[in-house]
């Protein structure tokens, strides 16, 4: 049995995912740090500026595409040790239109990404492993801008993975037939200090990932052998980044990849919840939002 634990970080080539692999390497000198980079060339760019240190390692993959994150389980099985300890799923996007394109882009990342990225990993996710989905406070503004029928449904505690899906299947159909989101009970969102963005569909991705961590958390030893597993859901707080332009007033994306990181470390951490900066934020208290 290798006693080097195997960390996975997606989308570590820059923004906040590049911090929590900057800060992994330098906490765990004696493990092994994958930098995941959907393109290989940012990744070595992204591993020269850490100055190359020989506890991380560039894999390239995708989470929009199931083949590319089965070829990185097969890379880590073959190259790197055969199992992982920690998944960071932190890749994301946010693009600001509202074409039916761009909500299958931010939902093949945001979303289904993370459920392959768990479903793919999990026969090499070793006993007492993590897996941290970074989600945003942005589920709290989707959870609070649905129809009270699709808030129920979100917050049903039999929901299966199955049903999760299906609950966005509408928002698809509407958007394919030129339909707003409101039609199918998916509000508009406006958020200070994003007045020009298009929040509807990166909350709803994001609202997505939440909910999925807590079916996950619920389900996994029924579905999987892998013994003490926690799963989370984060928010990284609104961090300066390209994602939001490096919007002002937002904080350092070293901020960001701590609350992520606060899962990783923190012992004892309730299964299946959502945190931000290690406070627990619920989906059913909507005073919580900022
Ligand atoms: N910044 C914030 O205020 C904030 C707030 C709440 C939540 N978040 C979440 O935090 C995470 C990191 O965001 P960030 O602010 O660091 O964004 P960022 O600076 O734009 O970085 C996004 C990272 O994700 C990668 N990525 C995008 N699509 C991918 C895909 N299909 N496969 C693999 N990698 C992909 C990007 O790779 P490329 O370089 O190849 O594009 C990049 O490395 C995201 O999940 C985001 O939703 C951010």
Redesign the pocket.
Known sequence: MFSQRVFLV?????????EIVKKLAVSHPNDLILL????QT?GEDALVQLGSPSNVKVVQ?????TASIEQVRQEIENKYNGHLDVLIN?????PNGKSSRELKDIF???FY?VRHMNDTMASILRDNGRIVN?????ALLSITHCSSDLKARFLNPNLTETELVELFEPLFKAVEEGKDPDTVGFDPIEYPGLRDAYLVY?AAS?LGVTVLSRLEARDWDKNYSTKNVIISSV??????????NK?EG?RP?EL?ADSILHCVYTENLENGQFWRDGKKLSLEMDEQRS
């Open positions: 997606t989308g570590g080539n820059r923004g906040i995912g590049f995941g980079s959907r393109d940012r993959v995708d989470t929009s595409s932190n890749a994301g996007i946010a093949n990342t945001n990404g970074v989600s945003s406070e942005a990166y994001k928010c990284p707080g609104f961090c300066s980044t390209d994602l939001n919007a937002a994306p960001g």
